[in-house]
T-cell receptor, first 116, second 109 residues
């Protein structure tokens, strides 16, 4: 139980294009989904928290117009990196919580983004 | 401020036991999580402690002392596949996880 999928697992794009990453909870309803970014050998950095049907809460320093988050259903959240630049290249990981299992976050496998 | 202190790296031998310590300071406390993260992969959930004491789950055990702001993860009968980073993540009063860089555990034959 508590499986989270993420798609795509890897994406390479040209500078200036937009990239959409999907995060799905497969066997539970995720009342809350989280989006993280992780640079090599660094800790996870929370970008935003989203609850189904409401606007995402962004962490300080994260541009909400650049990183668009949509949490349209209890099983799907999307992160769109708009007008991507090489400095956006990173490992993006989503996690989901049902709010019932002691707030445990279950992570998707991550998406490695490379912007050329 | 909020912070986590874990050793950056540890080395242990296959079949042995290793204890990874974590001290933390948070604004409020709603439990502490341990996650395992293999290189290039996302974290996977290992354990959750909210009360003082030891929680055992197979080869892995996690201990918590809230008064000391201290936790440890104990790994027994180490296997090569246990080579990974181990992340101690306390949850603050806003139910937000606080992440450090974790402890990289290297298992040698």
């Amino acid at each position: 139980g508590a499986v989270v999928s993420q798609h795509p697992s890897r994406v390479i794009c040209k500078s200036g294009t937009s990239v959409k990453i999907e995060c799905r909870s497969l066997d539970f309803q995720a009342t809350t989904m989280f989006w993280y970014r992780q640079f090599p050998k660094q800790s996870l950095m929370l970008m935003a928290t989203s609850n189904e049907g409401s606007k995402a809460t962004y962490e300080q320093g994260v541009e909400k117009d650049k990183f668009l988050i949509n949490h349209a259903s209890l099983t799907l959240s999307t992160l769109t990196v708009t007008s991507a630049h090489p400095e956006d290249s990173s490992f993006y990981i989503c996690s989901a919580s049902s709010g019932e299992i002691r707030e445990t976050q279950y992570f998707g496998p991550g998406t490695r983004l490379l912007v050329l | 401020g909020q912070n986590i202190d874990q050793p950056t790296e540890m080395t242990a031998t296959e079949g042995a036991i290793v204890q990874i310590n974590c001290t933390y300071q948070t604004s409020g406390f709603n439990g502490l999580f341990w996650y395992q993260q293999h290189a290039g992969e996302a974290p996977t959930f290992l354990s959750y402690n909210v009360l003082d004491g030891l929680e055992e789950k197979g080869r892995f055990s996690s201990f918590l002392s809230r008064s000391k702001g201290y936790s440890y993860l104990l790994l027994k009968e180490l296997q090569m596949k246990d080579s990974a980073s181990y992340l101690c993540a306390p949850m603050d009063s806003n139910y937000q996880l606080i992440w450090g860089a974790g402890t990289k555990l290297i298992i040698k034959p």
